[in-house]
């Protein structure tokens, strides 16, 4: 069982660790995924999701979350096999939580320096919590 803490660690990047390890059999649980980072211009960003929300058909999809949490589920599940059985059973390892719950609190969490957002040289960054809200989710964390 792995504990990634995703404050300030751009989404992608991140996302990229988590599905390795998630293929390699490990359970990983995600703690703060409000807090991660998508870089470029924020204008931008919300309108590529806003398009991705309006597509499909209401009843039958594709559905597009529009909370922190589904959103970084949505983003590793991207990146895995998600037509095959190995990639489902990876998808089902994987455990994102808005905030720390009460049962991981006092662990030790899994920082990733290369999923730094402090790295890149770009100034413009959005929140997933920024992004959630624009999309119109209801703050519930």
Request: cysteine-free.
């Amino acid at each position: 069982m792995k504990i990634y803490d995703a404050t300030n660690k751009i989404l992608g990047r991140l996302s990229s660790i988590i599905a390795k390890e998630l293929l390699k059999g490990q359970t990983v649980y995600v703690v703060n995924a409000e807090k991660a980072v998508i870089s470029g211009n924020p204008k931008h960003i919300i309108e590529k999701y806003l398009e991705r929300r309006r597509i499909g058909d209401p009843h039958k999809g594709p559905f597009f979350p529009r909370y922190p949490d589904a959103i970084f589920r949505r983003t590793v599940r991207g990146m895995l096999p998600w037509k095959k059985a190995k990639g489902r059973a990876a998808y089902r390892r994987l455990k994102v939580f808005i905030g720390v719950p009460k049962e991981l609190e006092g662990k030790e969490f899994i920082n990733v320096e290369e999923a730094d957002a402090k790295k890149i040289k770009r100034t413009k960054l959005i929140t997933l919590e920024e992004l959630s809200l624009q999309l119109g989710a209801k703050k519930r964390w």
